[in-house]
């Protein structure tokens, strides 16, 4: 080995380890502000100011999908108006399966994830209250493990319908769908499937449909459904719900439908 080899692969081990060596600082502020009653987050920072000063009406559920750009998470509750009824949480969400949860009670705490994504859920109980805002910052290395969905999408009318992939064709391999229904007012719901045409088997091990409803502060699992026998209708009793879509590398079929009111 002469000298020249031993220089080439020096720049070689530099400049291959160099990525990983970035780790990216938190934004001073956060970049991204959503006072919405839920919805997709994405960014490297964000705020979410619901309510503040405002009334958040009893019962009310909001859901808040939090992509953040880099893998090493901290959200601060900045300020509260919300009571001991309310119910403020995070839920880890990888590969769109609900993970750890923290109850995020005290203004100025951190809360940590190592990787995202992560919801934000607001439950509002009985008693009087006002909004709040809670900021999430990312930095390090970019998010390997989180994000990565194929299609979101978040539906706050009170009722509705919606199918997919709704255009005709099968939907893909290597799917991984999110839907959330989460109607702006308050109330419980009901969730019916009026197609279903999903790669069947035994357990759904290979392609499935699998509906979550939002009960005693946490996402339960109702139904895991494939094939094309319909299941029966769902109760939301908080009104919100969230569908999740997962196909495997080969077999795809015609999706699936479903309303809610
Ligand atoms: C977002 O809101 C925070 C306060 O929560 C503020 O400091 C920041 O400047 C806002 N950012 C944008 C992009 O509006
Ligand atoms: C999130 O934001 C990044 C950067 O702005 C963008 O490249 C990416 O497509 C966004 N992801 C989604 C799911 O919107
Ligand atoms: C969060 O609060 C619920 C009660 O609302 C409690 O059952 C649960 O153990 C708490 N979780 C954590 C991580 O403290
Ligand atoms: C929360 O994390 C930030 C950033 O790392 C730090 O400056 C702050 O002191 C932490 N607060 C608490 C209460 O640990
Ligand atoms: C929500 O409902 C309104 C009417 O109440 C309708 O105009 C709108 O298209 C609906 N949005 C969706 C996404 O279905």
Redesign the pocket.
Known sequence: MNTFAVFLMTVVAVATAAPSAILVDEDPVPVVNVTTCGGFVNGSSAAINFQLGGVIPVGQVCLWTVQATYGSLRFTLKESGLGSGD?LKLTRFIGATPGY???VTEVGANYTYTAGTVLVSLEAGAGANSGFSLEMYSSGDLDAGGGGFTHYATYLNSTGATSYPGNGLPYNNDETAVFIVSPSQAGSRTLTFTGMDVEGSTGCIYDSVEVFAWEM?GLSSKARVCGTQLPPPIALDKGLGVIIFKTDSSVTSGGFAFNWM
């Open positions: 119910s949860q923290y109850n502060g």
